[in-house]
């Protein structure tokens, strides 16, 4: 081969190698949601974390660096703290069960065919899709104390209902059942999902062999649903740890602060009180909780099936 022919060779040799343009193309597919992340995700992480080493007020617009002393003043100094997360925990340990029951009871009642499940479906979905602010404010006046609908409905049978949500013993629960009603459809369909992925030949052969229902449930139902259960019991008590839309429209951490949770008291403190630091620790301190809680769960989880 000649100098001339090599010459031409490499004049037809593209600028970019075929492995760089693909990495280029791929970069280019990526770069959207990575740019997202960027701005949306860990800018922000970064901004709460340099703003909890400071203390920082909104109106003044003035940052005095403070080290850990946000952390310092939540955890060993300030009262209300411990007060918020005792009745973040009470919320989450009313909430999960509650909605995990009720969804499986729903799941195992709608998940084989028959006449008008579709319309059942829809009916307890219907609710999650709905505006958390619009079912917030219906169930604000469904609970109100002589002229509330609840109340109303009670008094029929005879029971002198309390004013649900403005006596300390009572708002708690009236928030949990709402909040339950609100997004058991959720974890409901999940449920419907996974019971409908298991075959049908082991409950056949279970029954062949004279188990009851209750037998076939727990001995060959329930384990399967292991997997499926793990996932809605992170996400509710996730979700359970993050609730604000209802606390704020409903009750506003009253009364007595007695609902007052951890994701409503931080934005009180950034956006009522301006407490700007100290609402980024807190928020940093929610973050460690809820992953504590999270990792707790799966270790319990992979010792149980071990």
Do not use: C
């Amino acid at each position: 081969m000649t100098s001339r022919d090599n010459a031409a060779r490499s004049a037809r040799v593209p600028w970019l190698t075929l492995k760089t343009r693909e990495t280029l193309e791929a970069w280019l597919f990526v770069s959207p949601t990575f740019i997202g992340f960027l701005i949306f995700f860990l800018g922000p992480l970064i901004a709460i974390f340099y703003y909890s080493m400071t203390e920082w007020n909104l109106l003044s617009q003035q940052a005095t660096f403070v080290g850990l002393g946000n952390f310092q003043n939540a955890l060993l100094e300030n009262p209300d703290f411990w007060h918020v997360v005792r009745n973040s925990v009470i919320f989450a340990l009313g909430l999960v069960p509650l909605n995990m029951a009720l969804a499986l009871s729903l799941a195992l009642a709608l998940s084989r065919p028959f006449f008008g499940v579709v319309f059942f479906r829809t009916v307890f979905f219907a609710p999650v899709v709905t505006s958390a602010i619009a079912w917030a404010i219906v169930w604000k006046f469904m609970l109100q104390g002589e002229g509330g609908a609840v109340n109303q409905m009670l008094a029929w049978i005879g029971i002198d209902g309390p004013n649900w949500l403005r006596e300390p013993n009572w708002a708690m629960a009236a928030v949990i059942v709402t909040r339950v009603i609100k997004m058991v459809g959720l974890n409901m369909i999940l449920y419907i999902a996974a019971l409908q992925a298991i075959p049908r030949d082991y409950e056949e052969a279970a029954m062949l062999e004279g188990a009851s229902r209750w037998q076939i449930f727990r001995m060959i139902v329930w384990p399967l649903l292991a997997p499926t259960t793990l996932v809605i019991l992170v996400l509710t008590t996730i979700g359970s740890f993050k609730v604000f839309d209802h606390i704020y429209q409903m009750t506003g951490g009253g009364p007595e602060n007695g609902t007052l949770v951890l994701a409503f008291y931080i934005y009180q403190q950034g956006f009522k009180f301006f407490n700007v630091g100290y609402a980024a620790a807190l928020a940093l301190i929610m973050f460690a909780i809820v992953m504590a809680l999270t990792l707790l769960q799966v270790m319990l989880r992979r010792r149980e099936m071990e």
